[in-house]
């Protein structure tokens, strides 16, 4: 049994796709699902919305991540690891363009997710997801710029800007 | 300093700049969602609806020209599409500055 946090985002759209394929997973592991917008209601813990600094604790805290095709790719991939991750299809009125599609071809192709195209095969996937080895992204993503020169960038820029 | 923000990853990307937006005179607007609500909360926000087909484009633009002509800011800083291609077409007409981020 592993901890494992499924979230869709935070934005408007529906992904009931991906909470009816991790129902499933209930029944053997410790799941927390954050639904969103979604209209499904998954048979273990779950939330509709979560504050981002809780979301940063359960993703930290977890030992599998699942989730859209999204900015949350990132986090994780900034904790060291490798989500599970599933598309929003504009086909399927999951979101309102093709970029999810094609970002997680891309990550996919650079090694950094276990991308997930037909949901049938997710539970096969967090089984192939459990050891720590699958889970470890390597090589690991350049760190983050500090805030300092963050803000030294964006100074930078609106002093161009700003003339 | 006027942000422009969607819900969802685009919030995400706004927020990662508070670093150098929170020592800034700084405003938003900002689509009414769950997490924008969450996350804004007690900072000044106008609430716009998204708009969500290119036909609304120009109406929206005309309401952020109006925005941004009560407001008028030295900057714009977004990282949307949306909700932002409207502003950055006003502050054009507004002759403002304009910041994309795209990370």
């Known amino acids: 049994m592993a901890a494992i946090l499924v979230t ?26 954050q639904t969103g917008a979604s209209a499904v209601v998954p048979p273990c813990p779950h939330a509709r919305w979560i504050p981002l600094d809780e979301m940063q604790c359960r993703l930290s805290d977890a030992a ?9 790719v990132r986090l994780v991939q900034r904790l060291g690891r490798v989500p599970i991750v599933v598309a929003r299809r504009r086909a399927l009125a999951e979101t309102g363009s093709d970029r999810q599609e094609s970002f997680l071809r891309v990550e996919e192709r650079a090694g950094r997710v276990r991308a997930v195209w037909a949901v049938e095969t997710l539970p096969a996937a967090v089984a192939s997801h459990l050891t720590p080895a699958a889970r470890k992204l390597e090589p690991a993503l350049p760190p983050a710029v500090s805030d300092e020169e963050l803000t030294s960038i964006l100074e930078r820029v609106s002093r161009r800007l700003l003339g | ?35 924008t609500e969450i996350a804004l909360h007690g900072l000044p926000v106008t609430w716009l609806p998204d708009p969500p087909t290119w036909p609304h484009l120009v109406t929206a633009t005309w309401r952020a020209f109006r925005l941004l002509g009560r407001r008028r800011p030295d900057l714009i800083v977004s990282a949307g599409r949306r909700l932002t291609v409207p502003f950055f077409l006003a502050a054009r007409l507004r002759r403002c500055r304009r910041c994309g981020w795209k990370p």
């Not at chain 1, 009931?16 to 997973?25: T, W």
């Open chain 1, 8 to 33: 869709v985002g935070m934005g408007p759209w529906s992904f009931d796709r991906l909470i009816r394929a991790v129902e499933p997973l209930c029944a053997y592991h410790d799941l927390f699902v």
């Open chain 1, 64 to 72: 599998i991540v699942i989730t859209h095709a999204g900015s949350t």
């Open chain 2, 1 to 35: 300093m006027v942000i422009v923000s969607g819900s969802g990853g685009v919030l995400l990307d706004t927020l990662a700049l508070r670093p150098w937006w929170q020592h800034q005179e700084t405003s938003w607007v900002a689509v009414r969602a769950a997490d």
